[in-house]
Every structure is written in structure tokens, then in C-alpha cells.
């Protein structure tokens, strides 16, 4: 049996600036799923961020969290994690207390920050009650760590990080104001494979709708790369097909256009 699997991002892709999924866009998946298509998220959210959207939509599949650092499903089964090594999370958030941003690190429960502001973004961006610390030592494996400033600092600091801990980690940003690192060999595509490879029924096309930077490793894997209106321009450059913003159904109206057969790449 083949079966044609659809991973969607959701900030800035799956849900609009309220962080909703659009009735249009629930009953349009909620189509295609009857039809045999098969939906995972994928998100740089931790787990508990993501899951309510994924029982909204009843997703059977691995869910794709933090970047592809941990896969667990809906029934709260790891299938995948990889962590940053204690020593060089250290370093990593050494460098950001240095260069005074304001740093969140992911665990796979919770998501601990040193800055009072991070709190109420952790709120309202994920739903996720945040925890302030002021304790900087690393005890245990974080699944990403999150730099977040102003855009004009973070890309003066993008290429300096690269240099430093490229050879380690993966880098790459969601939003502009952020800067997130996971553990090398980690990343959405990577997730997404694991995902695929987790299929009983055979996978004949994989479709990947991203918004930025962290969704281009999913474009590479997938048959075809749809990226939104609202994405910066070298991610709709390097995407298949550019639809509406999210906050236009965008993601609504490709999958019609998938519904329809009329999509040619």
C-alpha cells in the first residue's frame, strides 16, 4: 500500500498570527486524511507546544519537535531524541551571556530561561509556562537552545557561531530574531526520514510546507517543496511552489490544490 505523507510546519505556516489552524484549513486536512494522506508536524516547538494542534487534527504520525531533536508521537512514545552534549551546550550559552542575549533552553519537559522577558514570549508564541533560572551550569542534555535578539544583532553574531560551533551543532533560525542550535546530525529533513522510515505503507510522495530557514532541510528530502508567501525570499526561492500567507489560508489552499490533482511540478 502507498500512501503520500504531507509534513507541515506551524509557526507562520499552520496557524495564522492568533496561532490557530483555520477551520478551512482543519477541514481540508481532515479531507485529504480520509482520502489515505498522512500528516506529521513538524516544528523548532517543544513536544507539549505542538501536541495540542496534533490531537486537534488527530495525527497518528511521529510529531517532528524542537527541530527534529526529539520525535515522539501523540500516545507520548520517543521514537527519537539527540541532545546537546553537556560541555558544548556550556559553551554555547557561555557565548550568549557574553554577547548579553537573551537565552531558552529546551529540555524534553520543559524550557528553562534566564531573561523575565522570554517568559511571557514562551506564553504566548508556544502556551508553555517557561521556567527562570538563574542557574548557568548545564546538568543535564538540552534538545536546543535558543538565542533570541534583536535581527541586526543576531546575524552580526550568525557567521562568529557558525565558525565556532558548526562543526558540532546545526544552526539555523526560524524567525529572524532567532538563533537555535540542536546537536549535529539533527535537523527537520534528518526527522522527517526517520518518520518516513517508521511508515508500514510504503511513502511514493513526501510534500514539506515550510515558512523559513529551519523548513529548507525538509525541501531538500521532499518530492515537492511548498513554501508561504510570507517566508523571506530565499526559502520561496528555493521552494517547488509559493502559496498564500499563513494568514490567508495558505496552507488551506495549496492542499485544495493538491485535492484537485491539478498540481504539476
Known sequence: MTRTLVAIDLDGTLLNSKHQIT????????KLQKQG??????SGRPFLSIL???KQLEISLPLITANGSLLRTTNLETVFKNGIP???AQKVIDFGVKTDLAISIYYEEKVVTFDDKLIKMHDDLEGLDAYLSDEWSVKESPLKILYTGKPSII????TPCQNMFGADLYLTQSEEYFLEFMNIGVSKGEALKMVIEQMTASV???????NN????????????????A???????????????????????????ILDNRTLKK
Do not use: H, W
Not at 37 to 42: D, H, Q, R
Not at 204 to 210: L, R
Open 155 to 158: 546575524n552580526e553574531i550568525l
Open 23 to 30: 477551520y478551512r484549513t482543519e477541514q481540508i486536512i481532515r
Open 37 to 42: 494522506y498522512l500528516f506529521t508536524l513538524a
Open 86 to 88: 553537556c560541555e558544548l
Open 204 to 210: 511514493v510522495k513526501v510534500f514539506a510546507i515550510g
Open 213 to 228: 530557514f529551519n523548513d529548507l532541510s525538509m525541501f531538500d528530502l521532499a518530492d515537492f517543496s511548498i513554501a508561504m
Open 52 to 54: 495540542p494542534y496534533a
Open 230 to 256: 510570507n517566508s523571506p525570499q530565499r526559502v520561496k526561492d528555493l521552494a517547488d511552489y509559493v502559496t498564500d500567507s499563513n494568514d490567508n489560508d495558505g496552507v488551506a489552499r495549496f492542499l485544495e
